[in-house]
């Protein structure tokens, strides 16, 4: 995955995590009985459960990559399968094939760096948050998508048999971007569902409303219409895992043109140290979104 579709998704992806605080605003439409600052507490508590819960799981990833040319045709296909783990928010993935091969010793070892790299960066971040040190520059927050975003239609609806809440979001006209998050912020339009009774995102449906460029477009640009799906599903009855995920862009990088889609299939849960059954499966299908 290129760098441009890294930093892209990645930031759709937060969203999953930390987009529920924004049902704050869409208090003409709350049902009764709850008020934004119990929700937004409510999340908040479940987000630092959640993350202690998910960090004695790791799991499979199997990423399907096509590169397509402008009228759609395939031009290659590319198969990467992963060993994920959590450390607080963030995932620390190993790559363990590509293609159906199983790496080189060199490969493993380059792996083994990586993993170390990904995990000193998080645990940093953990480290950070948890002292009270203002976050990156060019890290998500809540308060950054409260900025860039309205909120509207909260309602009731019903997701793979359980009762969720779901609401929609689109740009802010009037909001100015100072970093490339709040760029793609400034362009995302989309719709989550929220489980009501667990108070976790179970499905977000994002994508780009406008353009995006780089550097005025010297260094590339992403088309309109980029969308991207990410769903969450229970395991072991405790725990919220990553279940599926769909990245479509159409983007430039510099002279090259690119079209690719990107299909995530999560699978294979256990834990680290403690033996379990697992209720996982061996292929998350993604779900129908209500009518």
Known sequence: MIALT?????ILKSLACLLPAALAVGQQSVPAGIDPESLIKQVSTNEKQLEIARKNYIFHRRDEEQD???SGKIKKTSV?????????PWQIERLLAKNG?????????KEDESVAKQEKKARERV???????EPEKDAFTPAKFLAADRFYNLRRDTLNGHEVYAFDFEPRPDFKPHNLTEKVLQSLGGTLWIDEQAKQPVRLEAHLSDGMKLL?????????GANIVFEEQKVNDEVWMPSYGE?????RLFFHRNVQNIVLRYSDYRKFKV??????????KPSEPPK
Not at 101 to 109: A, R, V
């Open 6 to 10: 890294i930093v892209t998704a990645r």
């Open 68 to 70: 397509a040319d402008e």
């Open 80 to 88: 990467s399968e992963y060993e994920v783990f959590f450390v607080g």
């Open 101 to 109: 091969k199983p790496l080189t010793d060199f490969e493993k070892k």
């Open 127 to 133: 480290q950070r948050e948890e002292s009270g040190e």
């Open 216 to 224: 005025g477009g010297v260094v590339g640009s992403v088309k309109k």
């Open 247 to 251: 990245v479509h862009l159409d983007y």
């Open 275 to 284: 033996d379990s059954k697992i209720t996982g499966f061996e292929e998350v």
